[in-house]
C-alpha cells in the first residue's frame, strides 16, 4: 500500500466503511446479490469445462475469478483458447519418443518463428536459464554435468545493465553464473574486454521502443553491436513483448542470439510453457541442457501437453492479424469507460503500454473526498464479492510498465476477460463509485 492510500484510508473509517458495504447490499436488493451470484455462475461458469469432467475448483472450494490485471502470474495469467486446449486434449491420449517431440517441435516453431532454432521450455524463466546454461557451455566447452558446482574460475559472467536486473536474475544464478552490472558505454567494453562474459541479458521492457529508457544508458543496438565486437552472445528477455505478433521475430532478426518468451502469457500457451528463440549453435545447447537429460533443466519438465499446446499457441497466435490479436480490447475498455459516464470527479483513459502488456488498458480516476471511498476499499470489495474481481495490480500506484496510474486510479486490463464480463465489472465499479453515503 503507498504512503498516500494509506492516508486516505484514514477519512473513511473501517466502521463507516462496513456500514457501506451492508448498505450497498441493502441497495442492491436483499435477494439480488445472492441472485447475482447464481447468475455468473452459470454465464461465468468456466468456458473449457466439458460436460463429463468434474469441476475441480469447486470440488476444492477454489473460487475461479474474474481477471480484469492481466496475464499475471499469481492469477494463473491466460486461459487457453479452444483451439489449443483441443490439441492439448489429443496430445494427452498418446505416449511419443520424448526427445523426438522436443525436436520436431522446434524445428517446426523456429520454421513458423522466422529463426533457427527453438526450444519449448517451461516458461520464460526457465528459457532464461537454458540460455545461460548454453552460453556457460558454448564459452567454456564444458559438459552440462559440471553446472552449478564446476564453473568457478572458468568465464561465468552475465553482463547486465543496472537498470536492467529484475527478479529473474536468479534464473542465470541457478546455473552458477554471476551478474556484471555496467552503467555507461564505458564500463560495458571494460566488461565485455575483460574476458569472462559468457553472455548478455537484455531485459526488453525496461526500454522504449527508441532502445533507451531515462534510467539506461544503452540501447538495444550498440547493445548488440559491442557485445558481438567480443564474440559474446546476447539474450534478450520479452517474456511478456507480445503483442505486436511481429516481435516473435523482431528481436531474432535484429541479431540477438537468444530471445526468452513467456508462453503462458499474450500467447495463451499452457502457463508452464514459453520459448527459446534463437541461433541454432545455441538452443541445441539449450535442448542438450533440457528434460529429459541429466542437465540443469531436469526439474524444468515440459510435459508433451505443453509442448504440443506450446506449438498450437504459436499456431493460434499466427492465424491472427496485428489488428484481430487486438481482439475486441478497445470495445471493452469503450463499454466500461461508458459505465462511468456521469459520476462526479470521474475521468477515464485508455492506455496502451508500449512493450510489455501492449494492449488497451482503462485508467478510471476519482476523486476519494467526492465519492466517499478509497482505492484500496473498492479493490478489497471488488476481491470479496462473488464473482471476485482482480483489477490490475497497479491499481492506486505510482506510475509503473507504461501504466500513468495514482493513488487515486483504478486500473482495469480487459484482455483476460470471458465473454460479458467487461459488462459485469462495469456494472460493479460503478456501484461501487456511485454509493449514496
Ligand atoms: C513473466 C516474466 C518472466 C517469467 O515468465 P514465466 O513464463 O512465468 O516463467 C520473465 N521475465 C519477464 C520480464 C516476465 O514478465
Avoid at 517446426?108 to 548454453?134: D, H, M, N, P, Q
Avoid at 537429460?293 to 491472427?320: N, P, T, Y
Wanted: hydrophobic fraction near 40%; charged fraction near 20%; glycine fraction near 8%.
Amino acid at each position: 500500500m503507498s504512503v498516500s492510500t494509506e492516508s486516505q484510508a484514514g477519512f473513511l473509517s473501517r466502521r463507516r466503511f462496513f456500514s457501506w458495504v451492508s448498505s450497498l447490499a441493502a441497495a442492491l436488493g436483499a435477494g439480488s446479490l445472492a441472485s447475482s451470484v447464481a447468475s455468473s455462475a452459470e454465464t461465468f461458469a468456466s468456458p473449457t469445462a466439458s460436460s463429463d469432467g468434474e469441476d475441480y475448483y469447486a470440488k476444492l472450494g477454489v473460487p475461479t475469478i474474474i481477471n480484469a490485471a492481466g496475464t499475471y502470474t499469481t492469477l494463473t495469467a491466460a486461459c487457453m483458447p479452444p483451439e489449443v486446449l483441443a490439441a492439448v486434449q489429443k496430445a494427452a491420449l498418446h505416449p511419443v519418443r520424448l526427445h523426438e517431440l522436443q525436436q520436431k517441435a522446434g524445428e517446426y516453431i523456429a520454421r513458423r518463428l522466422k529463426c533457427e532454432g527453438a526450444v519449448v521450455t517451461s516458461g520464460a524463466s526457465g528459457a532464461i536459464s537454458l540460455a545461460t546454461a548454453a552460453c556457460l557451455q558454448y564459452a567454456n566447452n564444458i559438459s552440462i554435468l559440471e553446472m552449478p558446482q564446476a564453473i568457478e574460475g572458468i568465464k561465468n559472467q552475465v553482463i547486465v545493465q543496472r537498470a536492467h536486473r529484475y527478479e529473474y536474475d536468479r534464473a542465470m544464478y541457478l546455473c552458477g553464473a554471476r551478474v556484471t552490472e555496467v552503467v555507461t558505454l564505458d564500463d560495458y567494453k571494460r566488461a565485455c574486454g575483460a574476458g569472462r562474459a559468457v553472455m548478455t541479458n537484455f531485459f526488453n521492457a525496461a526500454e522504449d521502443e527508441d532502445g533507451i529508457a531515462a534510467s539506461a544508458q544503452i540501447g538495444r543496438e550498440e547493445w548488440l553491436r559491442v557485445a558481438h565486437e567480443y564474440k559474446i552472445p546476447c539474450h534478450l528477455d520479452a517474456a511478456a513483448d507480445m503483442p505486436p505478433i511481429s516481435n516473435l521475430w523482431k528481436y531474432t532478426g535484429m541479431g540477438f542470439d537468444l530471445v526468452a518468451f513467456s508462453g503462458g502469457k499474450g500467447m495463451r500457451g499452457p502457463q508452464n510453457a514459453g520459448l527459446l528463440l534463437g541461433r541454432k549453435s545455441l538452443t541445441d545447447l539449450a535442448h542438450e541442457n533440457n528434460n529429459p537429460g541429466d542437465g540443469i533443466g531436469r526439474g524444468m519438465k515440459v510435459a508433451k501437453e505443453q509442448i504440443v499446446g506450446m506449438v498450437a499457441a504459436v499456431d493460434w497466435v499466427l492465424s491472427h492479424t496485428e489488428e484481430s490479436m487486438q481482439g475486441d480490447y478497445q470495445k471493452r475498455v469503450d463499454l466500461i469507460a461508458a459505465a462511468m459516464k456521469g459520476i462526479p470527479s470521474v475521468r477515464t483513459e485508455t492506455v496502451v503500454p508500449k512493450i510489455a502488456n501492449h494492449v488497451p488498458h482503462l485508467l478510471i480516476r476519482f476523486d476519494p473526498k467526492v465519492i466517499g471511498v478509497t482505492t484500496d476499499q473498492i479493490v478489497e470489495v471488488l476481491r470479496n464479492e462473488k464473482p471476485s474481481i482482480e483489477l490490475n495490480p497497479n491499481t492506486g500506484q505510482k506510475p509503473n510498465q507504461g501504466i500513468p496510474a495514482d493513488g487515486n486510479t483504478l486500473v482495469v486490463g480487459v484482455w483476460m476477460l470471458q465473454p460479458g464480463e467487461d459488462v459485469l465489472v462495469g456494472q460493479r465499479i460503478r456501484a461501487l463509485l456511485t454509493r449514496k453515503a
